[in-house]
């Protein structure tokens, strides 16, 4: 069950929530923080599951500064109620990266069933925006919102050789769309909080190293690409809302 230590209210340190933070990019955003000065809530969909126990166990040991929650964003009701949890008083979220995403490939346009495109379109598309419409309509200030993107979901840059991810890429860019709603939205109400996009590199995580077929180039560790992502979301500022950057700091077409 969801439940949140004394520690973690009123706390002037920077506050973190990460959205998907059992394995891969998401952990390491959350060892990384770990480091620093730094408050944490971080989700994840079975705190026993065997690839959690590692950090869990370190982070859980710490003082309360890292606190895990419970959220499987293909469920309304648990991204709501991680919302609710994280709505107490004296509390702002100065960074929410909602990392959570799903790659099954092949994923192709010519042969993916109705339920394969489903899956990927309601994990990386809908639960991470609904996720992010309900922390906005809990009032907790937010200050930046990072929707963790990818450079498949560039319609500019669209790659025909990047065969079996067709659902895949249609969920990042459907994701894509609707966060610049999203940021032009806020902006139209004077809300200041930030919406980004990120491309986090080819990284090597269970998603990374799935094998495709095809070389990927310049694949990354975890740590290179989050320790520049940090770098590249604590730096935004409200006039770069609804736009999409890359781990390297460079802004990415749409
Ligand atoms: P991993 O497969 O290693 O980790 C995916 C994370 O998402 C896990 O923590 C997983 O939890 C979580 N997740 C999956 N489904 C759900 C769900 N329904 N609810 C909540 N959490 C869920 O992938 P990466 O770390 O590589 O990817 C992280 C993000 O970066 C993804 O959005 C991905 O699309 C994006 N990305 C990754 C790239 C790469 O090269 N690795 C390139 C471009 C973008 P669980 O352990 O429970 O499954």
Redesign the pocket.
């Known amino acids: 069950m969801n439940q949140i230590p004394d520690v973690l209210y009123g706390t002037d340190r920077p506050t973190w929530l990460i ?9 390491e955003f959350v060892r990384q923080l770990l480091q620093g000065n730094n408050r944490i809530f971080a ?4 705190k026993y ?1 065997e ?2 126990s590692g950090l869990w166990a370190q982070a859980g040991s710490d003082h309360g500064r890292c606190q895990l929650l419970v ?4 469920s309304e009701e648990s991204i709501i109620l991680v919302a609710n949890l994280t709505a107490v008083p004296n509390l702002r979220l100065d960074y929410v990266v909602i ?5 099954r490939y092949p994923n192709r346009a010519t042969e993916m069933s109705f339920a394969e495109f489903a899956f990927h379109l309601h ?2 598309t809908i ?1 991470p925006i609904i996720c992010a419409q309900n922390l906005l309509k809990s009032n907790i200030p937010v200050g930046t919102i990072v929707f ?5 979901g560039s319609a500019q840059c669209f790659r025909e050789m990047e065969d079996g991810f067709a659902a ?1 890429a249609a969920s ?1 860019a459907a994701l894509n769309q609707a966060l610049r709603h999203m940021a032009a939205e806020l902006k139209r109400k004077d809300d200041d909080t930030i919406i980004i996009a990120m ?5 090597a ?4 190293n799935i094998e495709t077929g095809w070389t990927v180039e310049g ?1 990354i560790s ?1 740590e290179e690409s989050v320790v520049n992502m940090m770098r590249v979301i604590t730096t935004r500022d409200v006039m770069d809302s609804g736009t999409f950057w890359t781990w390297e700091g460079k802004q990415y077409p749409w």
Not at 71 to 74: E, I, K, N, P, S
Not at 148 to 152: A, E, F, K, L, V
Not at 205 to 208: C, H, P, S
């Open positions: 959205i998907g933070a059992s394995r891969g990019i998401g952990l989700t994840v969909r079975d599951a690839h959690c959220c499987d964003v293909l990392n959570a995403g799903v790659l994990t990386n639960g963790m993107s990818s450079d498949s895949y990042k491309h986090p590199g080819e990284v995580t269970d998603m990374g694949i975890p």
